[in-house]
């Protein structure tokens, strides 16, 4: 009986871990915005999240990180451009916007701010440049699911807005 006790508040205690990594190790995007490549685009080329960990959360591998990106065009799945996968339909990078301890692309501290940054664009022949999605346009939705190597994932809504005429860059 005390050893079937033993037992059951080591899994309990074990399970109650994996449950706290999986809510709290999640990525939280705190803001998002898209750029046009090039000065005649009519859409989105890039799109940067600004992200940092969660409250409460461990450190987090951006190089570990999948993201499923939904448009009206498809479904992509996207990994960050050191990795490597059989699956992927495009990659993403990263770049530090604050990041003390040089510690790129593992965020470690709740200061840390990164930028994971996807090339959606077009070439000059309108054909595009990544196998994943391609620019968003005006009135665009699109919706990522960034998902750590813990299995949290965090979900993020773009919305273009109905016109970009005169800009080069936007909040989504």
Do not use: C, M
């Given at each position: 009986l005390i050893n079937t006790a033993g037992f059951l508040q080591s899994s309990a205690e074990q399970t109650g871990e994996e449950s706290s990594e999986q809510v709290t190790?999640?990525?939280?995007?705190?803001?998002?915005?898209?750029?046009?490549?090039?000065n005649d685009a009519t859409g989105l080329g890039q799109v940067a999240?600004?992200?940092?960990?969660?409250?409460?959360?461990?450190?987090?591998?951006?190089?570990?990180?999948?993201?499923?990106?939904?448009?009206?065009?498809?479904?992509?799945?996207?990994?960050?451009?050191?990795?490597?996968?059989?699956?992927?339909?495009?990659?993403?990078?990263v770049s530090a916007?604050?990041?003390?301890?040089?510690?790129s692309p593992v965020i470690n501290n709740p200061d840390d701010r990164i930028d994971m940054v996807f090339d959606i664009g077009s070439d000059d022949n309108g054909d595009s440049i990544t196998a994943?999605?391609?620019a968003l346009q005006e009135g665009d939705v699109a919706t990522l699911h960034i998902t750590t190597a813990s299995g949290t994932a965090s979900t993020e809504r773009l919305v273009v807005p109905e016109s970009l005429s005169g800009t080069t860059a936007t909040n989504l």
């Open positions: 190790n999640r990525v939280q995007v705190l803001s998002a915005t898209g750029e046009k490549t090039s999240l600004t992200v940092t960990k969660a409250p409460g959360a461990d450190d987090i591998d951006l190089e570990k990180v999948t993201v499923q990106w939904v448009d009206d065009t498809g479904t992509y799945n996207i990994i960050h451009d050191s990795a490597t996968s059989a699956g992927e339909d495009g990659t993403f990078t916007l604050k990041d003390d301890d040089g510690s994943g999605p391609n």
